[in-house]
């Protein structure tokens, strides 16, 4: 069993580019609905970690510790980061009250709790992550049922489009009912479990699929199709394509991990691994960089003005210091924690 899926990794560093743009330059600037790239990174996650979980069984405690150890240590170096330049420049009425730090500390800002976004705003999506990752992935992955899946993954879709709409590239934090569940909630429910199921997928017909020569040949012409349909879904406002971002978005990831085309192979070179690398960083960084670049004058966060070299500079400045990020503090901080817990155990896999 493959360790990893370098192509797919690869892929999350340009949808957290995308991410980084549209809170840069707003999304109506750069693609106007951008948001789906968090639905990207759910399903992705999704997948990925049935490839851990199914390949490398743990118990609920050892997989609730792992995830922590990933999500938990930079979310706290970076709502850091932001504290301290928000208490040293921002009037103390306008500070975020300690209750909302409160929620962010203890991982919960992706619920409904908060009226509005505030510290470091993408972190509610790995705040859902977290949430669907210990309370339904872990015990229907380890249980293998599709059956109950599949019932989460359209009941959550289903939910959606009745209350939000196809358009649902910004339906995070808004409650639904009660302070427990927000449209990110249902997301990150229907993503993350829609991985699982491309995962099992990808197991059936994986063997199947790499023996046909058709399959290989037909694979860089399908996935360079469903990358530029999934780039022109979220880069024109039309009502039939908002329909398309989570759909192409599965289908890409389940064809590029089974029948890899040419696409696939030049992501999964190197260079490519080490982008899908720092995509973690660039995604949770990116806010406090530019929080302590409208502290510092370079640039107006309400506005967005600037000049051309500050916002280059922006740019520029974000890329080293992820790779400082996933290597200094990232990496070595989830592998300590790792090392400093007895709680991850593993057994053999059953089918």
Same mark, same amino acid.
């Given at each position: 069993?493959?360790?990893?899926?370098?192509?797919?990794?690869?892929?999350?560093?340009?949808?957290?580019?995308?991410?980084?743009?549209?809170?840069?330059?707003?999304?109506?600037?750069?693609?106007?609905?951008?948001?789906?790239?968090?639905?990207?990174?759910?399903?992705?996650?999704?997948?990925?970690?049935?490839?851990?979980?199914?390949?490398?069984?743990?118990?609920?405690?050892?997989?609730?510790?792992?995830?922590?150890?990933?999500?938990?240590?930079?979310?706290?170096?970076?709502?850091?980061?932001?504290?301290?330049?928000?208490?040293?420049?921002?009037?103390?009425?306008?500070?975020?009250?300690?209750?909302?730090?409160?929620?962010?500390?203890?991982?919960?800002?992706?619920?409904?709790?908060?009226?509005?976004?505030?510290?470091?705003?993408?972190?509610?999506?790995?705040?859902?992550?977290?949430?669907?990752?210990?309370?339904?992935?872990?015990?229907?992955?380890?249980?293998?049922?599709?059956?109950?899946?599949?019932?989460?993954?359209?009941?959550?879709?289903?939910?959606?489009?009745?209350?939000?709409?196809?358009?649902?590239?910004?339906?995070?934090?808004?409650?639904?009912?009660?302070? $427990? &569940?927000?449209?990110? #909630? =249902?997301?990150?429910? %229907?993503?993350?479990? *829609?991985?699982? !199921?491309?995962?099992? @997928?990808?197991?059936?017909?994986?063997?199947?699929?790499?023996?046909?020569?058709?399959?290989?040949?037909?694979?860089?012409?399908?996935?360079?199709?469903?990358?530029?349909?999934?780039?022109?879904?979220?880069?024109?406002?039309?009502?039939?394509?908002?329909?398309?971002?989570?759909?192409?978005?599965?289908?890409?990831?389940?064809?590029?991990?089974?029948?890899?085309?040419?696409?696939?192979?030049?992501?999964?070179?190197?260079?490519?691994?080490?982008?899908?690398?720092?995509?973690?960083?660039?995604? $949770? &960084?990116?806010?406090? #960089? =530019?929080?302590?670049? %409208?502290?510092?004058? *370079?640039?107006? !966060?309400?506005?967005? @003005?600037?000049?051309?070299?500050?916002?280059?500079?922006?740019?520029?400045?974000?890329?080293?210091?992820?790779?400082?990020?996933?290597?200094?503090?990232?990496?070595?901080?989830?592998?300590?924690?790792?090392?400093?817990?007895?709680?991850?155990?593993?057994?053999?896999?059953?089918?």
């Amino acid at each position: 069993m493959a360790n990893r899926f370098v192509q797919l990794d690869a892929l999350r560093f340009f949808f957290a580019v995308i991410v980084v743009l549209g809170h840069a330059f707003g999304f109506e600037a750069t693609l106007v609905n951008g948001g789906f790239a968090v639905d990207f990174f759910f399903i992705l996650s999704g997948f990925v970690l049935s490839h851990a979980l199914i390949g490398r069984p743990s118990s609920a405690a050892g997989f609730a510790w792992a995830r922590l150890a990933r999500l938990y240590p930079l979310h706290l170096v970076t709502l850091a980061w932001i504290v301290v330049i928000v208490l040293r420049t921002v009037p103390q009425d306008l500070i975020p009250a300690a209750p909302e730090l409160a929620v962010h500390l203890t991982m919960l800002q992706g619920l409904a709790i908060l009226a509005k976004h505030t510290w470091n705003q993408p972190s509610w999506s790995i705040s859902i992550e977290l949430i669907v990752n210990i309370l339904l992935f872990h015990p229907i992955v380890r249980a293998r049922s599709v059956a109950t899946a599949t019932a989460c993954v359209v009941g959550a879709y289903a939910a959606i489009l009745v209350i939000w709409g196809p358009l649902f590239n910004g339906f995070s934090i808004q409650r639904i009912g009660s302070p $427990l &569940l927000s449209g990110g #909630l =249902l997301r990150g429910v %229907g993503g993350i479990l *829609l991985g699982y !199921l491309l995962y099992e @997928a990808h197991l059936a017909l994986k063997r199947r699929l790499a023996a046909g020569t058709g399959f290989r040949r037909a694979a860089t012409a399908i996935e360079s199709a469903g990358l530029c349909i999934l780039g022109l879904s979220m880069a024109i406002d039309s009502p039939v394509l908002h329909y398309l971002p989570v759909p192409i978005s599965a289908l890409l990831i389940l064809q590029m991990a089974t029948v890899p085309g040419a696409v696939s192979r030049a992501l999964g070179t190197r260079f490519f691994a080490a982008l899908g690398d720092i995509s973690f960083s660039i995604y $949770l &960084l990116h806010t406090p #960089l =530019l929080i302590t670049f %409208g502290a510092a004058g *370079l640039i107006t !966060l309400d506005t967005r @003005a600037g000049s051309f070299f500050a916002w280059a500079l922006y740019l520029v400045m974000l890329v080293p210091l992820s790779f400082a990020s996933f290597r200094y503090i990232e990496r070595p901080l989830q592998r300590r924690l790792m090392r400093y817990s007895g709680w991850w155990r593993t057994s053999t896999a059953t089918s």
